[in-house]
């Protein structure tokens, strides 16, 4: 992304290309005040977005209700910012930024809204407490992340849903949407996307339609007792039908044989010590053929065909780890060492899109949000995902000056081989936001009282 102006920021620009919603000058600047307060505030209460935001503090005698009205769609009539025509931009905005790299993977992500002591919000359902134990009141989502092979990263896909709504038809269904959309997106790079999933997404539905789109996946598996075929020991993929043998993941997975060993940096516990950190680890990558059947569309048709796929069962162990190996599923052949590692690092990559997910939601604080209507909910939490693709921006490279003064706002030592992340962006980001906010007070107690108060201005160093 090229700066059109140097004298602008670099969010007003990421924001012009939302300007198409927008139906009057009016709500284009609620619009920029909302994204500005919500990376400034790290929440998505609208007092807070209002207050952080120097657009919304100080020209507006009630910024909190601007911010409302706009997200509930009572003032933009004219416009259409709904949480749907956002997150359209947003993903071409995502393609744009891929545009470059032929092969993309593509991360699909299920997460939680948390809403443990809610009441009065609409259509709350159940969802998984933080640590895993019971459920709590709250919302669904479903998010997807495209990673080109230069780094670059755009937001592909958000949906917020629950199943008390009362057009909800099914989960599956909101995945399947997901699938479809995302796929529509990337259509001229069918063939060149690869749909990297956690277990959650361990289903024939999922697997066979980005099969059927002609994509590649890569997922973790959930269902050992899924049965699958293997072929016959001293058997080669590709024999024939007679040499292949009904048995569940579990058994098959026993047939696996070393491919390849890894030396990489996790956060582990290894047998002996008391806590996780960051350290050295052996990953031990075999593999094996198996072939599975899918019905397609078989959630939808009673009829769809019945196909099989000749795919790699992936097994990776982690040593001196007590962690259960990861058990995957690909169609990307594994049979050396480049093979082992490239399905290794695709897995990985989904670990750091996650990492990705839990800073959005913790930095830009999503579930903070609170409001009395879906739609209104589904809007600001579509905004916080605008702001997240933003900051998911950042960092592209160090050769731009305002990358680099964000990264020393925020605590960076500069130095080649470390750029900033992305918490040090956004607290740079965070403390220029405060500054500006800080800056609009000032020049609005001028312009009130035609200068400011003698020790401010003292303090300040400024004649008035």
């Known amino acids: 992304m090229e700066l059109a102006n140097e004298q602008r920021s670099l969010l007003d620009e990421y924001l012009d290309d939302f300007r198409p919603l927008v139906g009057d000058l009016r709500t284009e600047r609620v619009l920029r005040g909302t994204v500005q307060g919500i990376i400034g505030a790290e929440t998505l209460i609208c007092a807070k977005i209002a207050s952080y935001s120097p657009e919304l503090a100080t020209q507006s005698k009630n910024g909190e209700q601007r911010v409302r009205r706009m997200v509930k769609g009572e003032t933009t009539k004219s416009s259409d910012l709904d949480a749907d025509h956002l997150i359209e931009r947003l993903q071409a905005r995502g393609v744009e930024q891929l545009r470059d ?8 992500d299920p997460s939680e809204l948390r809403k443990p002591y809610a009441k009065e919000m609409p259509d709350l359902m159940r969802v998984r407490a933080l640590k895993g134990e019971g ?67 361990d289903d024939e539905a999922v697997w066979g339609t980005i099969w059927e789109q002609g994509n590649h996946l890569v997922c973790r598996v959930k269902h050992q007792e899924r049965l699958v075929e293997r072929p016959l020991a001293g058997e080669i993929q590709g024999a024939s039908d007679e040499t292949w043998q009904t048995v569940p ?12 060993r890894v030396r990489t940096d996790m956060v582990v516990r290894k047998r002996g010590q008391k806590y996780e950190k960051m350290q050295p680890v052996t990953a031990v990558i075999a593999a094996c053929p198996i072939r599975v059947r899918y019905q397609v569309e078989v959630r939808s048709r009673k009829d769809g065909a019945v196909r099989q796929k000749d795919v790699w069962l992936v097994v990776v162990t982690l040593e001196n780890v007590g962690w259960e190996p990861w058990i995957l599923v690909t169609d990307w052949p594994v049979t050396d060492d480049e093979g082992a590692l490239k399905v290794f690092r ?97 020049q609005d107690e001028i312009a009130r009282y035609g200068q400011l108060p003698p020790r401010i201005a003292a303090l300040l160093g400024r004649s008035r």
């Open 101 to 108: 790299d032929d092969e993309v993977w593509v991360i699909i």
């Open 135 to 201: 459920t709590v009141p709250g919302y669904r989502t479903i998010n997807v992340l495209g990673v080109g092979k230069g780094g670059r990263r755009g937001i592909l896909y958000h949906r917020l849903f629950t199943s008390e709504e009362q057009d909800f038809r099914s989960e599956s269904k909101e995945i399947q949407d997901a699938l479809h959309s995302v796929d529509e997106a990337l259509a001229d790079r069918r063939g060149k996307v690869t749909w990297i999933a956690d277990s959650q997404f």
């Open 249 to 260: 993941i579990a058994e098959a997975k026993a047939q696996a044989r070393e491919v390849a």
């Open 346 to 442: 695709m897995y990985r990559q989904r670990w750091a899109v996650e990492d990705s997910f839990k800073f959005t939601k913790q930095v830009l604080g999503w579930e903070d949000v609170q409001l009395l209507d879906l739609e209104g909910v589904r809007t600001l939490v579509a905004l916080g995902w605008v702001a997240a693709g933003f900051l998911y921006e950042l960092g592209v490279t160090l050769e731009w000056p305002e990358i680099r003064l964000l990264g020393r706002l925020g605590g960076w030592t500069q130095r080649k081989d470390r750029p900033p992340g992305k918490t040090m962006l956004t607290n740079g980001l965070q403390r220029l936001l405060d500054w500006m906010a800080t800056e609009a007070f000032l």
